[in-house]
């Protein structure tokens, strides 16, 4: 299964996405930052699955109808961050999707998620992370769970990894840095945490409009 996450960065990069599906041929799309009454309810193959609506700057989800069934989605609020509360960019910060494998029937997580600004500290994100995780599971109790996205966590990744892996879940980075508008703060900004999926690989794809490069994770299931 191949997911590709993207950051649009305020929607700017929005009109590459046909050609990312086409390029890449994902099964799933997962979105942030994205302008969501612009977005198109088809992508290729991908069709639209749910997009946050609360939002200025939302996340969204396209899978591949002809492959999986969607059997539930949620949108989920975390913890709001000091910059949350004056700019208002994003409450919504997770949108997680339950989907069914048509061929084998297995059903299983798949998550978009968009952390706290570099404004806040890494303790807020690192519960953010937590809460989601935790919050995703609710859409299935034991199922293989996949968050993709924009976590906002550029250094000081170990505590993370811990933290995360404290909690049941792999952390995986890309091959390549995802963030690349400041050079204090390059890093990999765009990762995966998982459980119950095997992460293969995770490339970094090359330099849009955006100030994040998309990444596409390959996962096979544990």
């Given amino acids: 299964m191949k997911v590709i ?17 086409r390029e890449h041929d ?16 088809q992508i290729g193959d991908l069709v639209l699955a749910d997009a946050t609506q609360g939002n200025r700057l939302g996340l969204a989800l396209f899978y591949r109808s002809s492959t999986y069934h969607l059997q539930a989605i949620r949108t989920l609020g975390l913890k709001k961050s000091l910059h949350d509360r004056i700019a208002k960019p994003a409450h919504e910060r997770v949108l997680g999707a339950r989907l069914r494998d048509i061929d084998d029937g ?33 859409l299935g109790e034991g199922l293989p769970q996949l968050m993709v996205g924009d976590y906002n966590y550029p250094i000081f990744k170990e505590n993370l990894g811990q933290a995360v892996r404290d909690h049941g879940y792999a952390l995986s980075l890309s091959d390549d840095h995802t963030y690349t508008r400041y050079r204090v703060f390059r890093g990999h900004y765009d990762f995966a945490t998982s459980s119950g999926f095997e992460i293969e690989r995770i490339t970094t794809l090359p330099q ?15």
């Avoid at 994902?26 to 309810?41: F, T």
């Avoid at 798949?110 to 599971?137: C, D, G, K, M, Y």
Wanted: glycine share 2%.
């Fill in 26 to 41: 994902p099964d799933i799309l997962c979105l942030q930052e994205c302008d969501v009454p612009e977005l198109p309810a």
């Fill in 106 to 138: 297995q059903d299983f997580i798949v998550a978009s998620f968009h952390a706290a600004p570099l404004t806040a500290l890494n303790s807020l994100r690192r519960h953010q992370i937590r809460a989601a995780l935790t919050e995703l599971a609710t």
């Fill in 5 to 21: 996450s993207y950051n649009l960065q305020k929607h700017r990069a929005a009109g590459e996405l046909a050609a990312l599906v």
């Fill in 208 to 222: 849009g409009a955006s100030d994040h490069r998309p990444i596409l994770v390959t996962v096979s299931p544990d």
